[in-house]
């Protein structure tokens, strides 16, 4: 039924060239940060909340890449930045200020320096690169890291700057989330500075769900798609409660879960759901990353000890880069050589949506163990990378992976 999909636009950050039943709150929130050079004092901060699922994350998305289109367009000053950050899921404050700076210089590890100094790097950073920016916090929700020392930063950067320097380039911060989640960041901010009213969107009723999943389909599949599949997925959206976030999901569960069953050969009869790769690689990638980006290597030293922890064999290089490229053909990752290391490059793996968003099933060829089980005393494992001995995000319990 599917023969080929475009998998990267399933992606969770995959940003639409026009925000369907969005066009309205889009035009707002680009009125309001008032490129090129707003009338409002400084700090330049908006809100865009409302229900998940309802559109926050690309009606803010869309609306900062049109401001820097808009200063492109009207301006002299050099060309502007765009910054994009999903906060849920970081750890606090520290790694919030820490991803930040990594979208600047992706070498930076933030461990072992305070929050305070962290920002005063990437206000410095701003300030010396002298290009207008737009930064986007996305996923702002109640029980998030807490974005207060990172707004108060940005509102009032002299406390950060060298002495004898003031005041940084046109810089806008938008903010969107759950009203819940704004609400408690204002409130948190009361008496330094205001970031409202917000602009608020409502949930997409059932029409406005099926053009959008119709779109996305048609997108992935390069051909429209039976209606009747369209009708059935905001169904399941509907009933589940999770507006547009949720339909999307749904697709890409159907679309990547029958690439799955008709790419494995023999093991077509298998019933799967997703990417089939180790579910220790999974992990590896989001203990190195932390979420955001990761060297190879790291994963590579990720994955070799918590294999050995199970019993089984650390997977080859070649094999373990075969599992990156799968990923990134899922549309979860990205694949990027840089100029480094002792090669003279190094290769990095960026993580493009969510990891607890990823839809993967254990890998039918699962190495067999050839080591006796960790706690029955097997050898010391070799150092893996710097850092938290374990992260712990909610991860299902570690298995291995065996039909």
Known sequence: MFP??????????????????RQGEVAEVVRRLDPPRPRAPYPWILGVAGPIGSGTSAVARRAAREVCDRLRATSTEPL???????VAGLRGAHGVAS????????????RGFPVSEILAGFLRRIRRDARPTVLVLDDVRVGGPDLAPVLRAVGDPDRFLPEGQSGLPPFWTVLAGTSDGLASLEAALRGRFPFGPFVVLRPYDQRALGTIVADRLERALGRPVPGGFVTRIVARAVEDGGGARRAIDLVRRELLGHLSESQGGRHSERATTGVAVETRVVHAIGAASQGISA???????????LAREQGRRPLPTTTMWRRIVRLEQAGYVRREIRTGGSG??????????????WVTDPHPRETRPDVA???????????????????????PPLDDGAD
């Open 80 to 86: 502007p930045r765009l910054l994009m950050l999903r």
């Open 295 to 305: 060297r190879l290597g790291d994963v590579r030293r990720w994955e070799a000890e």
């Open 4 to 21: 080929s999909v475009r998998a990267e636009v399933l992606a969770r950050d995959w940003l639409p060239p026009v925000v369907l039943g």
């Open 373 to 395: 089980p960790w706690s029955a005393g097997s050898p010391d494992l070799p150092a893996g990378p710097p850092g938290p001995a374990r992260p712990s995000w909610g991860f």
């Open 99 to 110: 991803a930040l700076v990594q979208r600047l210089d992706e070498g930076f590890d933030g």
């Open 344 to 357: 003279g490059t190094r290769s990095l793996v960026r993580v493009l949506t969510p990891i607890e968003e």
